[in-house]
């Protein structure tokens, strides 16, 4: 058994963006040891069948504002498990420090006396780059790499630093982002961030329905108007990942490209 992973433990894992391939080694190796698994919504299928059939496994996930536990339950769950002898895997989507609400359950975990680990994930924007054949930083145009959620309570502005955001020398991912996409374009152009920045829309980062959008900042909203709710995306914004397409495809051959401008729509 796992030397760093006795009884009564906790792992938060990163499951990366979806795709199975992109799991890390350290990552399979703890769900292999796991006698339960509690994985969020956007935990690839994938993923999930590299689990042994005997581990326990417990939906806790949160997607579009249906919650099937809320944070105070979750914490609870983990809690208990670790407390009756269990090994747990908090399985996440993405890296567990990048909007996974780690902190959370760490200091519930930690204040019961619970041994509590991270193992890091391949984050979205990472994987959207790739897919796309764009570089998050580019020496001379990007040399900052911002990451913000879009996600904000029903009734809410996103209360977000837009003239810094807006920097002509920066990347910008934005997470959760299909549901703002307009109100992200409109503040950021309002700011001073040109019309004509090339913006990439990636959704269903990684897994085989995955569609990589381009076009540019003013054409956002346009871009994202055939993306369900149920389809996790993510933007990216910045003169790094205008990369150059190819016959109407991206790097990889596999993925659906369409590129939009100010006039027109996917």
Not at 30 to 53: C, E, N, S, T
Not at 96 to 106: K, N
Not at 122 to 133: D, E, F, L, P, Q
Not at 217 to 243: K, N, W
Request: charged letters at 20%; proline letters at 6%; aromatic letters at 4%.
């Amino acid at each position: 058994m796992s030397h760093d992973f006795p009884p009564g433990s906790v792992w938060l894992v990163g499951a990366g963006p979806g795709d199975p391939d992109l799991l890390t080694r350290k990552a399979e190796r703890l769900l292999a040891a796991a006698d339960i698994v509690f994985y969020d919504a956007l935990v690839g299928a994938g993923v999930l069948a590299l689990i042994p059939a005997a581990t326990d496994l417990v939906s806790v996930g949160k997607r579009s504002g249906r919650h099937s536990k809320d944070q105070g339950s979750i914490n609870a769950l983990l809690a208990t498990a670790a407390l009756s002898g269990k090994r747990v895997v908090r399985l996440k989507g993405g890296d567990p420090s990048i909007f996974g609400r780690s902190t959370e359950e760490i200091d519930c975990l930690s204040a019961k006396g619970v041994a509590v680990r991270i193992c890091p994930g391949i984050t979205a924007a990472s994987a959207a780059a790739a897919s796309g054949g764009a570089s998050l930083t580019l020496r001379g145009l990007a040399r900052k790499l911002t990451f913000v959620t879009a996600h904000a309570r029903a009734g809410e502005a996103l209360d977000l630093d837009w003239t810094a955001l807006a920097a002509p020398d920066a990347t910008l991912a934005v997470y959760m982002g299909r549901a703002a996409a307009a109100e992200v374009a409109r503040n950021l152009i309002a700011v001073g961030r040109a019309p004509d920045t090339p913006v990439m829309v990636a959704v269903n980062v990684s897994l085989p329905t995955e569609r990589i959008l381009r076009g540019r900042l003013s054409a956002l909203a346009f871009l994202v108007e055939t993306i369900s709710d149920d389809d996790p995306s993510l933007l990216l914004i910045g003169e790094a990942i205008a990369a150059p397409i190819l016959h109407g495809r991206s790097a990889n051959a596999d993925i659906p490209i369409c590129d939009v401008h100010s006039t027109g729509r996917p």
